[in-house]
């Protein structure tokens, strides 16, 4: 009777609670780490993972959530949640069945190879950055229509009330929304060819924004589906701001557009399953090479960033970012070499000229020289599982802050600057540093290389642990560290989400490593060995969902982004 009591009186507050966070406007505060019996989201934004919850507690799964979290994130995290950006997904049923959706954004028909170079073959900047041009094909309409097709229990117009509810009526913004959005102003009025809400003189926290054009392009989705974006009025519009704007996606390209499922690739380490996404992400290649180069040695011995461990995961990183370089693109149009990059005599050998006292030379694997920008580590991850014990980890993108900073007009959303993904000329570096080839080259119709690690981990045939993380080149080395510091440093999963990072990415030839990371002493273990070392103020932000052996998931959202937020069922 007590307990019963007790039951009441927390249903009721968990109601209050739940109705507070739920309106529009709201004041609401994210939770870094919660714990449930049942369903867990873990998403960049309170008012998502609220959404998200809302729909595990009305009956749909973990897929159901997931979606409704992604329209969600295109209406309150405008500077990288989408609809005219792409993403990938990877599931993991119940049943342990496995799947992987791809809807990176593709290069348009128009596209080709030198398009971003001059008459004298030199890259004209910012070009494949900022405005029209920049933009790919978007996928993540079709890659969210087409995953709830396939696995959704709910009804797609349930799953997409909440966004369309924040887009019509709006929702209040918090200070770092409007100090980013001020500080983009320049980029919007320069970029964009017809009014839109996000040009204002000054944002300030609590301003409402509403977005009703962006409410109208979600209605057209939700009564047509894909044709709702991808034909008819939304179409329209898009290919009118691209003749505004001089770019070239046009009517054609949006009607071709489809998501495509592929068999996300899957490795073993020491006991655990490791399942990621494969090309056209870098991510679960570049993750798995990593874990099998180190597997062989006793990380848990050496401890938790000792110089030992961080000198052998950086000499790892930078042997599987110079491969991602010379051979990572689109499957669909580059034979990428995956079973030899995935085979374990190979990745063994990778590490054959591995000295522990001495750094490697990244420019002895055939280097160009290159500035990293600073501009952005604008993506967005979703982590999700629902109380049957199915899975999702979903990372979606614009690329930079607001992508291309162009607004559709009429239509409310921006566009994504993806095109900066591809090689624009071999060896020249993108906003991230990374240079590439052949492999990643501009082609009409194909999708440019991502970094982005949607990754679910199984211990025992059992689901063990969802992460993954924006960032650009630095989510690979982020969901590597953080798995590691899990299973081989014995981290609590928010210890291991919070603690420092670095990274190596083979060029720069330097480690790039966070302000709270590695002791003084350990740096200058490092220094010693010759590595180069970069401080940065952070990088990549894991969100990541642990399952521990009793069934009770633990939700961990990232610090480094103040609005990440977990949320049990
Ligand atoms: N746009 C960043 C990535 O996909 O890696």
Known sequence: MKIARLLLVFTLLAQVAWAQRALPGSVYSATKTAESQRGMVVAPHPLASAAGVEILKQGGNAIDAAVAVQWVMAVVYPRAGNVGGGGFMVIRLKDGATAAIDYREKAPLAAHRDMYLD???QVMPRLSQDGHLAAGVPGTPAGLLEVHRKYGRLPMAQLMARAIEYADKGFSISEGEAARLNSFQEAYRKQNTAPTVFIKDQWKAGDRLV?????????R????GAAGFY???TADLIA???QRGGGIITREDLKNYRAQWRTPVSGQYKGYRVISMPPSSSGGVALLQMLEMVEPYPLGQYGFQSAEAVHLMAEAERRAYADRAEYLGDTDFYKVPMDSLLNETYLRGRMADFNPAKAGQSAALGAGKFQLTKESFETEHTSVVDAEGNAVSV????NSNYGCKVVVGGGGFFLNNEMDDFSVKPGVPNQFGL????ANAIQPGKRMLSSMTPTIVEKDGQLFMVLGAPGGSTIITAVFQVLLNVVEFNLDLESAVNAGRFHHQWLPDQIMVEEA??????????TDKGHKLQSVKYMAVIKAIQRLPDGRLIGAGDPRNPDDDAEGE
């Open 517 to 526: 990371a590695l002791s003084p002493q350990v740096r200058q273990a490092l």
């Open 231 to 233: 034909e008819g009025k």
């Open 221 to 224: 989705i939700r009564k047509q």
């Open 119 to 121: 008459s004298l073959g």
């Open 435 to 438: 240079v590439g080839n052949e």
């Open 211 to 219: 977005q009703k054009d962006l409410a109208a392009v979600l209605k």
């Open 240 to 242: 009118q701001e691209m």
């Open 395 to 398: 990372t979606t993108t614009l």
